[in-house]
């Protein structure tokens, strides 16, 4: 699964310079990298040691072999989410653009997941809610007494927005229609689940109120279309390549939540701010949808190299066009949000470094 995804438009090559019967519930994502990244390594030495072979000067005695030095993986989500195709895109720029590194887009869980595997080190980046991140950093919430004083951030990518979908002709027109439903919350593990049951918790939902579906995006979606669910809740950049095919299959209907229920979600959990999804995202949306959102973060650990690091920022600001004919969602970077939802604490230095290289302040 791992590798370079395609999202509706044409894979382009990086510059140089993401009764009703019961739906089941999702196998384990976990990133395969024991044994993945070793073969992956011992081919990818022979092979650069042979290029060195063949381009040794006949007669010379001497070989021009260059090792690749360090390997790197990077969590994202579900294949059909926002998070693989940006880190797949993401990974195939900094292949192309730095000496000395390879590097891997992992299909995971999402950010639940990508936050132990950084912190037990399988994976070196990964793609993450700042809910999540700020939670664990803290030792909040389902982290609990499990602080990770090591997370670190290298920059706010863009705006995750939650969206609540439902087939047209089902009737549902507002989130407190979900009473009794069956629902698809997202796969445990994800930041989605997490997101799901928080603004559930707000709408007065509580356990016994619906029946949770813990599905991935595209076992969600596959489930909404046949039938077995009836609302699927996703948080993710505009749009969503999932509801975007879905909508042109099917008829769906995006719910709105009220005035009064997003400033009680954000009072509640101040790192959710206001979104709008604007008419024309999705086929058939003819209206402005409210709702709230979170910040898609680029995550790592305190000891990751700073000067790599800033490199790797340079590239993906430089480069958002290229990145966005891989993730659309990759449209929303922008330096002037790049430490957006990032408390100062958290900020890496990489991104200091990076931010101050450009003329501007960092938190």
Known sequence: ?????????????????????????????????????????????????????????????????????????????SISGMYYPLGSAMSRLFNSNLDGIVTIPEPTKGSVDNIEYLRRG???????????????????????????????????????????????????????????????????????????????????????????????LTKAIAALEGGYVDAVFFTGGLPSEGFALLGKRMPIRLLSFSPEMRQKVIAAYPFWQEEIIPAGTYPGQVNDVATVGLRALLCTTAGFDADLGER??????????????????????????????VPAEMLHQAARQFLTGRGLAAP
Do not use: W
Not at 36 to 48: E, F, G, P, T, Y
Not at 176 to 189: N, Q
Not at 322 to 341: E, F, P, W
């Open 1 to 77: 699964m791992s590798g370079a995804s395609k999202t509706g438009t044409e894979e382009t090559a990086p510059p140089s310079g993401g009764s009703r019967a019961p739906a089941r519930r999702a196998p384990s994502a976990r990133p395969r990298h024991s044994f993945a990244l070793k073969v992956a390594s011992v081919l990818c030495l022979l092979l650069i040691a042979l290029s060195g072979l063949g381009a040794a000067q006949e007669g010379s005695g001497t070989y021009d072999i260059r090792l690749v030095k360090r390997f790197f993986s990077i969590g994202t989500a």
């Open 122 to 216: 399988e994976i070196a980046l990964a793609l993450v809610q700042n809910d999540v991140a700020f939670n664990a950093f803290h030792g909040k919430g389902a982290y609990e007494g499990r602080p990770m004083p090591t997370l670190r951030v290298l920059a706010s990518l863009y705006s995750e927005v939650l969206h609540v979908a439902v087939r047209q002709e089902s009737g549902l027109r507002t989130p407190d229609d979900l009473r009794g439903k069956v629902l698809a919350i997202g796969e445990e593990g994800s930041g989605t689940a997490v997101n799901s049951q928080i603004i559930l918790e707000q709408l007065g939902l509580k356990a016994g109120d619906f029946t949770p579906s813990f599905l991935g």
């Open 312 to 341: 790797m920022l340079g590239l993906i600001f430089d480069q958002v066009p290229y990145l966005a004919t891989m993730s659309r969602a990759a449209a929303g970077l922008r330096l002037d949000t790049a430490t957006k939802g």
